[in-house]
């Protein structure tokens, strides 16, 4: 089984599209902040990705442009700013930030109300402690509404996270608990790899390496969601797992591009809308 986010990303969006209407007869216009620092490649194609899917939703979208190396008290009075504009339902700042900005200040400014990529350390604690119901990290959110879509219950069930991070493995792992499952976190120093995946019946990826795992890390049981994302030698978009020599062996696998990825811009916008319920 081939486990494609596109038709889920189509039911989400025509519930936000219902949402958007509701809203507009109440005269409210949601509103996304986008905070771009500099030019970079990787930042200005998601942003021109996030601005198409804003104007087939009548989500309007303010983009605020800055140096590569402006200065963190001129980031946090914007951040300030639109904390306090009403109009501005969510704030994304796009990752990773210079290293010359103090990121940990910047976490900390904007608001728990408007924190739609759960960088604030209120909306990561009300995580930790099991509140599953309010802003989380896209990808760990997109992994769960997939398996969701495609009928799996994880309750009872072994699942192996291989990350480490607060973006991805720690708020997966809590999403992962509050359904029941057993969760073990792997990362670079894990031993017996091979034999740990083989153990589980889930296994999430996000090392962005390359097609690293085949086969011989898998069995026919095992359902694999890659959130994984780089380039092979061939330049081609893809996963950590090498997709051609696992899809026709393991039970079910989700592929990269078109598993997780078509859900987390969506979701974005879904948790947008959060603020004016």
Do not use: W
């Not at 198409?52 to 442009?65: M, R, S, T, V, W």
């Not at 969701?148 to 994880?154: I, K």
């Amino acid at each position: 089984m081939i486990l494609k986010g596109k038709e889920l990303a189509d039911l989400i969006r025509s519930e936000i599209k219902a949402d958007v209407e509701n809203l507009k007869n109440k005269n409210i216009i949601p509103t996304l902040a986008i905070i771009r620092l500099g030019d970079e490649v990787a930042d200005i194609s998601y942003e021109n990705m996030l601005r198409k899917n804003c104007e087939k939703l009548d989500i309007k979208l303010d983009i605020y442009k800055f140096k590569r190396d402006e200065t963190t008290e001129i980031i946090k009075n914007k951040i300030l700013e639109l904390n306090n504009d009403h109009r501005i339902g969510g704030i994304l700042i796009f990752r990773p930030l210079p290293k010359s900005l103090d990121e940990d200040l910047i976490n900390n400014t904007i608001s728990p109300q408007k924190d739609i990529d759960c960088m604030n350390p209120l909306n990561k604690a009300k995580l930790y402690i099991g509140e599953t119901n309010g802003f989380m990290p896209l990808s760990p959110l997109a992994a769960s509404f997939l398996l969701d879509y495609y009928g799996f219950d994880l309750e009872g069930k072994d699942c192996l996270i291989i990350n480490k991070s607060t973006v991805v493995g720690k708020p997966l792992t809590m999403l992962l608990l509050s359904k029941g499952a057993t969760v073990t976190i792997a990362h670079s120093k894990t031993k017996n790899l091979k034999e740990k995946c083989k153990n589980a019946d889930f296994v999430f990826t996000a090392m962005g390496r390359a097609e690293m795992l085949n086969m011989e890390y898998f069995t026919e049981n095992s359902v694999i969601i890659d959130i994984g994302f780089s380039r092979n030698k061939s330049g081609k978009l893809c996963g950590d797992i090498d997709f051609d020599n696992v899809v026709d062996k393991a039970k079910a696998i989700s592929p990269v591009p078109g598993g997780v990825g078509p859900l987390t811009n969506v979701l974005l916008i879904k948790q947008l809308l959060k603020f004016y319920k």
